[in-house]
Antibody, heavy 113, light 108 residues
C-alpha cells in the first residue's frame, strides 16, 4: 500500500523557517514526482512545487520562488518542504502528494507571534 | 500558466445525478484528475485518466472530457458524497500542477 506520512503540526513566528517532511512507502521513491500543495483555512488547493526524487530536479510556483526549497533524501525515502520568511498568510495545511494522486495526511503550520 | 475554472457550489437531491465541470486550456492536452475532500481530511482521488476509478471508489463516480472541459458525474448521489471536489491537471507548458477552485457539493 502506498503511503505518505507527514511530520506533525508546527507553530512558527513571523520571519522564521518551517520544514515539513513526507516519508513515502509502498513504492520506489524515485519512480514518481512529489508535489507540495498549500491549503489556507477555508480555501482551495494551491500548488507550490514539485521534486523529481530521481535527479532532485525541482519546479516552483512563481509565487513561492525564493522562499521555497524542496529536497529529498533517497536513503530514507523522505521528501522535505522548507518555507522561509514566514508570514501570517502562510498559516495553512501543507500536503505532499505523488504524481499518481496519493496524498499525505497534511501538516498544519501556524504562523503567529 | 494555466487556470482551471469550476462552479463554486452545486446541490443535488439524494439519489439524483449531478455533474461538476472544470474548464481550462490544459484540459485540451491532459486529462483531469478529480479529488474529493471532506472537512479536516486530505483530498482523495476519485477519478483519473480518461475515466478510471481507484480501488474502493464507488462506480457512481465517472469522468468525461471534451475539448477544454472535464466533467465529474455522480449518478445516484449519496449523503456521504457531500464534499468539496477539485479538478487538477498538469499545466500545458511544464510538469507543474494546476487546480480548479473547487466545487462544494451539497446533497439535499
Amino acid at each position: 500500500e502506498v503511503q505518505l506520512v507527514q511530520s506533525g503540526a508546527e507553530v512558527k513566528e513571523p520571519g522564521a523557517t518551517v520544514r515539513v517532511s513526507c516519508k513515502v512507502s509502498g513504492y520506489s521513491f524515485t519512480d514518481y514526482y512529489i508535489h507540495w500543495v498549500h491549503q489556507a483555512p477555508g480555501k482551495g488547493l494551491e500548488w507550490m512545487g514539485l521534486l523529481d526524487p530521481d535527479d532532485s530536479h525541482t519546479i516552483y510556483a512563481e509565487k513561492y520562488q525564493g522562499r521555497l526549497t524542496i529536497t529529498a533524501d533517497t536513503s530514507t525515502d523522505t521528501a522535505y518542504m522548507e518555507l522561509s520568511s514566514l508570514r501570517s498568510d502562510d498559516s495553512a495545511v501543507y500536503y505532499c502528494a505523488t504524481q499518481t494522486g496519493i496524498w499525505g495526511q497534511g501538516t498544519m503550520v501556524t504562523v503567529s507571534s | 500558466s494555466s487556470e482551471l475554472t469550476q462552479d463554486p457550489a452545486v446541490s443535488v437531491a439524494l439519489g439524483q445525478t449531478v455533474r461538476i465541470t472544470c474548464q481550462g486550456d490544459s484540459l485540451r492536452f491532459y486529462y483531469a484528475t478529480w479529488y474529493q475532500q471532506k472537512p479536516r481530511q486530505a483530498p482523495l482521488i476519485v477519478i483519473y485518466g480518461k475515466n478510471n476509478r481507484p480501488s474502493g471508489i464507488p462506480d457512481r463516480f465517472s469522468g468525461s472530457s471534451s475539448g477544454n472541459t472535464a466533467s465529474l458525474t455522480i449518478t445516484g448521489a449519496q449523503a456521504e458524497d457531500e464534499a468539496d471536489y477539485y479538478c487538477n491537471s498538469r499545466d500545458s507548458s511544464d510538469d507543474h500542477w494546476v487546480f480548479g477552485g473547487g466545487t462544494k457539493v451539497t446533497v439535499l
